[in-house]
């Protein structure tokens, strides 16, 4: 039951790792256009618009494969010097206060989707194009949902099985 | 319990959830959330959360971090970094600690296209770590080259820092970046002096490799020519205005994967793979700046810095007592703040006392500047070590500690001749602007 | 007697210098002094960073009152925006009576749900800011590049021939130096806030370019909270006074700029005459009459012309 969920997790890991990776590509070839076109006297329309939220889809899409295979950083200073059920407990601290962290995000970001979209009739959108910030809200909140489902997974295998099921990153 | 306590309070729980390991990122956040919702309200620090992470993650400025780290990993991917450091290497590889020093000049260089210390630190970093390690240099001496190499970014123009702080004190950005080219070509040069330091007391830090012939310096630098081209057209690119800085990561990044593409050295499934990578660092690097936000609104809220105002115009000692404490401040606070935050918080207060004491504002705004960049270097707590990190998973943070403190000293025997000799950051802007 | 002692935090994103402070924040403070009711004020971002998220922040309780640009985010405030319109604005009017009259008809109510206005206005009218590039006529201005931030002000661009450039404000001191951009179009008062002036030398008024609107909002269910006579307070100066005098504030820091880079030899400042003003108001104004139709604005501009 535990290995089947997790491999949902995993599977939603990976999909919101391509979303980002897409926007990264994306990302490059926006920005390239414009600049290309803009020594030609044509910038691409709203360049700055697609940019923007572009990087938001980059910034949350990678945050649940980052936190899989371990990419945040910490202070491994005393590691060394640490009993194994202290480095288990640290473990098993950050995942909680991770998961805390991610779905506060989640939440409160939906929260200002309600608020301005539902309950005041607001619709943010950029400046030149008019993408909606709600779109790209709401990615915020499905991947900061993945992640902190990710985060909840890892606390609970800590328990069941002693072991952070983190891959270790190793160089590229 | 007063808000100056609570706000200290907040500071020392930092420092014990890090100890335990907790993430950077998360033991931020924890503090930053907790301190907001209590001097604030839990409501406030919720809102907050979302505000700061969705305005962040569409700040265009941050654009260069996802950018210019995908463009170091297809440089390494398509081995066009190997191909710089094989060149550098048969120039001065045969000098003890020959790269580090090539390697400072290459974060120097690109400082001067950046303008952001951890755009230099993420993209050298992710260039130039693997190779010096293949040519067996020591990872404390690698690392500490390139987490001390990034602040170079900050002082040498442009520089987003002294944009910020000209901004906040009204002060002449023109000659803020005049004054920062000297201070920045001396610390480069006393980072370079460092390493020969290093490399002569150890020499295993940094091994001298084998003498080259000219024509062995002539092929390298031909093998060299993709990526070389690729930065003069950079730094070109941004120098006639054809883009900026911030676009210059895309440009970068687009030229290593076209050169890549021509030279058959990158398919699809390298790409990608470096595309995932620069994805995830994004993730890290983002995290640990919107973390560092909430901390930021936590200190203001505590009213530290005003407190630190206050004492400061209360006590009756010579003017360079008076610095040396401000600057002392900025240390400690670089422990916890990315440096334009500390800027944001600190300036509405500082900046008065500097303009009563009557000291020079712009040889003020390098020397904040530099001891920005040490407080974003020195343990326990140095952002910039952990941008670093998140490039070199595998060197342990005590070992990158141990690496940059030789460049932190050479920082401050900088900040000590600039106290000295103001002349070094003001000749250029007194002598270039009326 | 003053009743309880409350707090309520004034949030923005620029230096605590900024005319900003002088000309609204110090009124406002000094309205309510002696109500019980203190502003402590958060500058530089330190609620949140950046502009924009500025009026989801006051709506969500980050804080409790903010400034803010409607441009930032125009698809909030497309009827408020009208008055922004190159030639929305008659010469004998001011900014904030324009807005006003138009929120006092409960036109605008739409466009600040759950927030208190308590200062609406506009900025001094726009100007070219040029760099080796005397701007005269429209012609003057083909084919170069200038920094806009809103979608208007880049219709505008186009009308006058010239491609329109977005970017951040922090950045275009370094494009102006570069030559990525030619020039900018926005307000005098941004020559000294950004420091353009030791970038830019040539810089042309009198040109039907427009102007920029502001706000400065309260949450609604935080001011309900208050005591009555801290009500009183804030209403003792909120709405036409306020903005007033921020409006004044804002003209009069953009005429100590011109003054200033009149001032400076290497500087040319220049004012169009009324005909020289004409061939652009004929590519200008048609603009204004698109986007007030494409909005249903209709209404709204004459509420605030008075016709
Ligand atoms: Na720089
Ligand atoms: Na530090």
């Not at chain 2, 230099?120 to 690392?143: P, Q």
């Not at chain 2, 990578?277 to 005003?306: N, Q």
């Not at chain 3, 958060?42 to 803010?68: F, K, N, S, T």
């Amino acid at each position: 039951m535990f290995a089947r969920i997790k491999n949902w997790a995993d599977w939603l890991i990976s999909l919101s790792a391509l979303i980002g990776t897409i926007g990264l590509v994306a990302e490059v070839a926006v920005i390239l256009i414009d600049v290309i076109g803009r020594f030609f006297g044509s910038p691409l329309s709203g360049a700055q618009d697609l940019a923007q939220m572009g990087m938001v889809l980059i910034v949350f899409g990678g945050m649940a494969l980052c936190d899989k295979i371990g990419g945040h950083v910490n202070v491994d200073l005393f590691e060394g010097t640490m009993p194994r059920w202290m480095i288990w407990a640290g473990d098993f601290v950050s995942a909680l206060i991770g998961a805390a962290i991610f779905i506060g995000i989640a939440w409160t970001t939906w929260q200002s989707i309600y608020l301005m979209r539902f309950q005041m009739g607001i619709v943010q959108t950029t400046n030149i194009i008019d993408l909606q910030f709600d779109w790209f809200k709401a990615a915020i909140v499905v991947m900061s949902a993945i992640t902190a489902f990710a985060m909840i997974l890892r606390a609970i295998g800590l328990i069941l099985t002693g072991d952070n099921g983190q891959e270790s990153r190793g160089h590229a | 319990m007063s808000v100056e306590l609570i706000g200290l309070l907040g500071l020392i729980a930092l420092f014990i959830l890090l100890g335990l390991r907790i993430p950077v990122a998360f033991a931020m956040f924890a503090v930053g959330f907790t301190g907001v919702s209590i001097l604030n309200s839990p409501q406030a620090a919720l809102s907050q959360l979302a505000s700061d992470s969705f305005s962040l993650a569409a700040k265009i400025e941050l654009v260069v971090v996802p950018l210019f780290i995908l463009m170091g990993n297809v440089a390494t991917e398509t081995g066009m970094s190997r191909k710089l450091y094989d060149a550098a290497y048969a120039w001065i590889g045969s000098i003890r600690g020959g790269l580090a020093s090539a390697t400072v000049v290459a974060c120097g260089g690109f400082a001067a296209l950046s303008g952001s210390s951890v755009a230099s630190a993420l993209t050298i970093g992710r260039v130039s770590l693997s190779e010096m390690k293949r040519f067996d240099y020591d990872d404390r001496l690698s690392t500490g080259v390139v987490a001390a190499g990034g602040t170079l970014g900050i002082l040498i123009p442009p520089s987003t820092g002294f944009v910020i702080y000209a901004l906040l004190t009204q002060e002449s950005i023109g000659r803020l970046f005049l004054a920062g080219v000297l201070p920045g070509l001396l610390l480069l040069s006393m980072f370079i002096l460092t390493i020969m330091v290093i490399t002569w007391i150890k020499p295993s830090m940094g091994p001298k490799g084998p003498q080259t012939t000219f024509s062995e310096k002539m092929r390298s630098t031909t093998g060299a020519a993709p990526i070389l081209l690729v930065i003069v057209l950079t730094i070109g690119g941004i120098y006639t205005g054809i883009f900026s800085p911030v676009e210059a990561s895309a440009v970068g990044a687009g030229l290593v994967i076209l050169f890549g593409i021509l030279m058959g050295k990158l398919n699809f499934k390298k790409f990608w793979k470096a595309a995932q990578d620069s994805v995830v660092t994004t993730a890290t690097v983002m995290l640990i700046l919107i973390s560092a936000y909430m901390i930021k609104t936590f200190l203001a809220l505590s009213h530290i810095p005003a407190w630190l105002g206050t004492y400061l115009e209360s006590l009756a000692i010579p003017v360079l007592g008076v610095l040396a404490i401000m600057l002392a401040i900025y240390l400690i606070l670089g422990c916890f703040l990315e440096g334009f935050a500390m800027m944001v918080l600190s300036m509405p207060i500082f900046f008065p006392v500097v303009q009563q004491l009557g000291i020079d504002p712009i040889w003020f705004g390098v020397l904040v500047v530099l001891t920005l960049e040490m407080g974003l270097i020195s343990p326990p707590v140095g952002l910039n070590v952990f941008i670093v990190k998140s490039v070199a998973p595998d060197v342990s943070l005590g070992k990158m500690f141990r690496g940059v403190a030789p460049f932190w000293f050479a920082m401050l025997a900088t900040l000590a001749l600039l106290v000295a000799f103001p002349q070094i950051a003001l000749i250029l802007p007194d002598t270039m602007i009326n | 007697a003053p009743g309880m002692s409350e707090t309520v935090k004034f949030a923005h994103w620029v230096p605590p210098a900024h005319t900003l402070t002088k000309s609204t924040i110090e009124p406002l403070q000094a309205a309510v002094e002696g109500s019980g009711l203190e502003i402590e004020v958060y500058p530089g971002g330190e609620l949140g960073a950046g502009p924009l998220e500025q009026y989801v922040r006051v709506v969500q309780g980050v804080a409790d009152i903010v400034w803010g640009l409607q441009g930032y985010t125009s698809s909030q405030f497309p009827l408020t925006m009208v008055s922004e319109l190159p030639g929305a604005k008659p010469d004998d009017m001011t900014g904030y009576d324009m807005i006003w009259s138009a929120y006092d008809e409960g036109l605008l109510d739409g466009e600040f749900p759950g927030t208190k206005p308590l200062a609406l206005w506009l900025s001094e009218p726009n100007v070219f800011i040029m760099k080796d590039v005397d701007v005269r006529t429209p012609a003057d201005l083909e084919g170069l590049k200038i920094r806009v931030s809103g979608s208007a002000a880049a219709s505008a661009v186009e009308s006058l021939g010239a491609t329109p450039v977005q970017m951040p404000a922090g950045e275009i001191y370094n494009s102006l130096q570069t030559g990525l951009i030619d020039g900018v179009i926005t307000g005098a008062s941004a020559i000294g806030d950004f420091k353009l002036d030791e970038v830019a030398n040539s810089y042309t008024l009198n040109a039907p370019l427009g102007h920029i609107s502001f706000y400065v909002v309260m949450n609604q269910a935080k001011y309900d909270s208050l005591p009555d006579d801290q009500k009183a307070a804030i209403d003792s100066i909120a709405g036409r006074e306020l903005s007033k005098s921020a409006e004044e504030g804002w003209y009069a820091r953009a005429n100590s700029v011109i003054e200033e880079i009149s001032a400076m030899d290497d500087n040319t400042v220049y004012t169009l005459t009324d005909e020289e003003r004409a061939a652009f108001e004929e590519l200008t104004y048609p603009i204004r009459d698109n986007v007030v139709a494409e909005v249903g604005g209709e209404e709204v501009l004459a509420t605030m012309r008075g016709e």
